[in-house]
């Protein structure tokens, strides 16, 4: 068995800290500053009981009509430093005053360690006149 299946770890988990990761930045996000324009970056580890610690790095810039978070989540692996899980890349472009595009990358680290894309997201979203909007998504795996 490799190190890499020993290190492994289940998809729950993953989605967990996903979803928790997402919850942070949002958090962190409505209370860092009340001008969404401002860059910040935030670090947090877990070390609940029975699960492999992990580290979650955020960032977020914002210039013009583009914001870029950033979300990298790492294990700590079987030489006790921290290696790469998932890393999110969101980008947002304000195209008009009704169209938005989101392209997210999301990476993971291969066999050997390296970062390797695993999935595209493009998500193109039109506000209508009326206070609803419209998106078309393409996903690329």
Not at 32 to 59: F, K, L
Not at 96 to 109: E, G, K, L, V, W
């Amino acid at each position: 068995m490799n190190s890499y299946s020993r290190w492994r770890i289940s998809g729950d988990l993953v989605v967990a800290v996903i979803v928790w990761a997402s919850a942070a930045m949002l958090a962190k996000a409505q209370t860092g500053s009340s001008n969404s324009d401002q860059p910040w970056n935030a670090t947090t580890q877990d070390s609940a009981s029975n699960t492999n610690p992990s580290r979650t790095t955020e960032t977020h810039t914002k210039s013009g009509g583009r914001t870029l978070d950033k979300r990298t989540v790492e294990v700590l692996g079987p030489d006790g430093h921290y290696q790469l899980y998932v890393d999110v890349e969101t980008e947002t472009i304000q195209e008009s005053a009704t169209t938005a595009r989101t392209i997210t990358h999301t990476y993971n680290a291969d066999p050997d360690g390296r970062k390797q894309v695993s999935q595209v997201t493009e998500v193109e979203t039109k506000d209508s006149g009326d206070g609803g909007s419209r998106s078309a998504n393409n996903i690329k795996s």
